[in-house]
């Protein structure tokens, strides 16, 4: 009798073409799918933290802009609004003596999803703003322009755009948005009206720290020496302005400045989009400075520029994988 072999199965060769073409399938079929999830799932939380962080920044807005109307994205942030409140005669209420104090106290801050630093100057007439040396060009490393003017201290400061004076995209952020000044001296001015109001942080001749929206002609009267735009403010006149919800803007890296009302200069910073520090909310910020006794405090540029400079070297873990990124301006303290 002749026993017949059973035919054994053919092993399919691998395909190193269909491979490709699968993970091309992946790549495309998840680019198209995520946006839809982000902002159309059931994910209120998601959708909110997403939204908020796009439309924090002056450069990504268009990640929440290509997919929602102005309408829906008001909507899904009305939640966390924050309270425009004017510092008004509660400037009038700081009145301290400014006697000279070299002495600068450094506090680590923990919150649930970030950790970072506060630094306390007792004589606010130190904190002045610096800027690139190639303003308009390319900005500069917050630690370089702190060491450029001898600092002891700085945090970074104003937002920008990524263009030069020619408007082309350079990446380098040498373009301040809106005012800086240094010293006394208009530095940079791309708001033709002198009397409208805007989100400022400013620095009177007798330490004062101004908040919120203040126009030009209102900065001139009360002796404003340094000043940049950027908000929100977050603490005025003692009272906090996010009463509900985080602030809208999602978490991220956070840098921030305040004073008490002895004229102590708070200077804070949040490391984010890591593993051991996701960042820090609007409300996060607020409530810290808060904790430590603001009086008048505000948001200034966050993201990759959150920088902290103190005893000759960056303190905190900027989120650029390259390190510190080019800013055009900060906030420093003197010897």
């Known amino acids: ?102 002495s600068i106290e450094r506090y680590d ?74 010293g006394g001296k208009m530095i940079h001015n791309d708001s033709s009206a002198p009397d409208k109001k805007d989100d400022v942080v400013a620095i009177t001749s007798k330490g004062v720290l101004l908040v919120g929206r203040h126009s030009i002609n209102e900065m001139k009267r009360l002796g404003v020496t340094e000043a940049i735009t950027f908000g929100p403010a977050l603490v005025v006149n003692g009272e906090p302005t996010i009463k509900s919800g985080d602030g809208g803007w999602g978490i991220a890296p956070r840098t921030a400045i305040g004073q008490r009302e002895d004229g102590s200069i708070l200077l804070l910073v949040a490391d984010g989009r890591q593993v051991k ?22 948001n200034l540029d966050g993201g990759s520029s959150s920088t902290m400079y103190y005893d000759d070297e960056v303190i905190n873990n900027p989120c650029d994988p390259l390190g510190e990124r080019a800013v055009p301006s900060i906030i420093y303290v003197t010897p």
């Open 1 to 102: 009798m002749v026993k017949k072999k059973r035919a054994g199965k053919k092993k399919k060769k691998f395909s190193f073409k269909i491979f490709i073409l699968f993970i091309l399938f992946e790549v495309a079929f998840s680019a198209v799918t995520a946006p839809l999830i982000v902002f159309y799932g059931p994910f209120k939380n998601l959708r909110k933290t997403v939204v908020g962080a796009a439309m924090s920044t002056l450069n990504h807005q268009y990640i929440a802009t290509t997919f929602l109307s102005d309408k829906k994205i008001k909507d899904i942030l009305q939640d966390d609004s924050i309270q425009v409140l004017e510092q008004g005669q509660g400037i009038d209420t700081l009145k301290f003596e400014n006697k000279h104090d070299d």
């Open 109 to 182: 801050v923990e919150g649930k999803k970030f950790k970072g630093y506060m630094l306390v100057i007792h004589d606010p007439t130190r904190v002045k703003v610096g800027y690139s040396s190639k303003l308009g060009k390319s900005g500069e490393l917050t630690s370089q322009i702190a060491k450029a003017n001898n600092a002891v201290a700085a945090i970074n400061g104003g937002g920008f755009a990524d263009k030069n004076n020619d408007g082309n995209w350079t990446g380098t952020g040498g373009q301040p948005v809106g005012i800086l000044m240094s």
């Open 277 to 298: 520090s996701l960042g820090a909310t609007l409300r996060d910020i607020q409530d810290i400075m808060l904790e430590y006794g603001a009086y008048n405090a505000t």
